[in-house]
Structures are given as structure tokens and as C-alpha cells.
């Protein structure tokens, strides 16, 4: 009897001290929770917008028409666009976003184009002392980068 009621003793402290050490990640974590917290208060807001969709053409169903989405940030006084541009039925034509803005030189137009997807990640670098007051998206897809476009939509 003397035996197991010292293996009976032995569990109940491994399970005591398992617990203790499960506790401790948990209560770590808690506490790194809340740091990340206090980090992102100094990180800029996220401004999202879209998804911006390419036009009907062949017949093409919703769900398989070009997009992109993103969001804006402000640092440092300039604005950063990121985005994901989608090809998403595959067809071997080009999916194309424009990317048009103002700016106290005028008005500025940009394009890139992909098979599949493509990420944008801090295109810009905008400011508004430099009279940068509107930024627009519109998605195409085809043969050629004016093909079934979408309409141009406020991202800013």
C-alpha cells in the first residue's frame, strides 16, 4: 500500500507542476498581449478600401473578374497605398490596376499588370504638402491593359 500511495503522491506533484507550466506560457502570453497593443497605438491606422473589380467581358461571372484591395496608411507625413492585385479565372489575359492620383503637378496615371496576383506593398509615398489631395483605382482585364475595365474608384 505504502507504494501507491507514493505513486498516487508522485503523480499529483507531476500534475501540479505540469499545470504550473502550462500556466506560465499562458500568463506570458497575456502580458506579451498587451504590449503589442501598446505598439500598435504608435503604428499608423489601416484605411481600407475596395475590392475594386475589372468589367464583365465573355460572359464572365462575378466571381471570376479581376480585383484588388488594399488599404492606406499615413507615416511620417507621406501616405503608403498596399494592395493585392487577382487574376482569379485564369485565363492567360493580363489583369491590369491603374493607379491614378493628384498632386500639385497634376495629375499622374500608373499601371501594372500580372498573370496571378501580384502585392503591392508602400507604393506612394504621397504628401500633403506637396498638394496630394486624390488617389484611384479601376481594374482591367485582356488582350491589352484597356480591356473590360472597371470603373475608377476613391481610394482617397
Not at 506533484?13 to 497593443?37: I, K, T
Not at 498632386?103 to 507604393?123: A, M
Request: include cysteine; charge should be positive; aromatic fraction near 18%.
Amino acid at each position: 500500500m505504502n507504494k501507491v500511495r507514493t505513486l498516487l503522491a508522485g503523480t499529483a506533484a507531476a500534475g501540479v507542476l505540469a499545470a504550473g507550466l502550462a500556466a506560465a506560457p499562458a500568463q506570458a502570453a497575456a502580458a506579451g498581449a498587451a504590449a503589442p497593443a501598446a505598439v500598435q497605438g504608435a503604428q499608423a491606422p489601416k484605411h481600407f478600401f475596395g475590392p475594386y473589380h475589372s468589367g464583365f467581358g465573355k460572359g464572365e461571372s462575378f466571381g471570376r473578374r479581376s480585383s484588388f484591395k488594399g488599404y492606406w496608411i499615413q507615416q511620417g507625413g507621406r501616405y503608403w497605398f498596399h494592395g493585392d492585385l487577382s487574376d482569379r479565372d485564369r485565363d492567360r489575359h493580363y489583369s491590369y490596376v491603374w493607379f491614378k492620383w493628384h498632386d500639385r503637378s497634376g495629375t499622374h496615371v500608373k499601371y501594372y499588370k500580372t498573370f496571378g496576383s501580384r502585392h503591392f506593398g508602400g507604393f506612394g509615398g504621397f504628401r500633403k504638402s506637396h498638394g496630394f489631395d486624390d488617389f484611384k483605382i479601376r481594374v482591367c482585364e485582356g488582350v491589352d491593359r484597356f480591356d473590360d475595365c472597371g470603373g475608377w474608384g476613391d481610394a482617397f
